[in-house]
């Protein structure tokens, strides 16, 4: 499962992380951002050895969000030692998910 992060925790989470890290960032009234959640669940579940998973609440985070201009949702950003490598924005299938990590390990 997904880690919930937030403005207090994003930086000891993501940014102090060795290795892939990625991050969805939504909000509950984005109808696209709740489409992509148990896509991004499942993939975070079956990827579970390789990367860590993370979702921002853009409502409850804004530090966060302008942090890593996030502009709109639902967008991923790909995180790799801390730094942020790929982001991808809208909706993705699994398998877009899987050749972005590819591109990484």
């Known amino acids: 499962m997904a880690k919930v992060l937030n403005d207090d925790n ?3 989470e993501v940014r102090e992380s ?3 890290y990625f991050v969805d960032f ?3 009234w984005c109808g ?3 489409a992509m959640l ?6 975070g579940e079956e990827m579970k050895d390789t990367l860590a998973t993370g979702k921002v609440n853009v409502e409850e985070a804004p530090g966060v969000q302008a942090q890593n201009r996030v502009m709109s949702i639902p967008t991923l950003i790909l995180f790799k030692d801390g730094e942020p490598v790929e982001q ?3 909706a993705q299938t699994k398998e877009q998910l899987q050749e972005v990590v590819q591109k990484y390990m």
């Open 10 to 12: 994003f930086e000891s």
């Open 18 to 20: 060795s290795g892939l």
């Open 26 to 28: 939504w909000a509950e």
């Open 32 to 34: 696209p951002c709740q």
């Open 38 to 43: 148990p896509i991004f669940e499942e993939f």
């Open 88 to 90: 991808l924005i809208w």
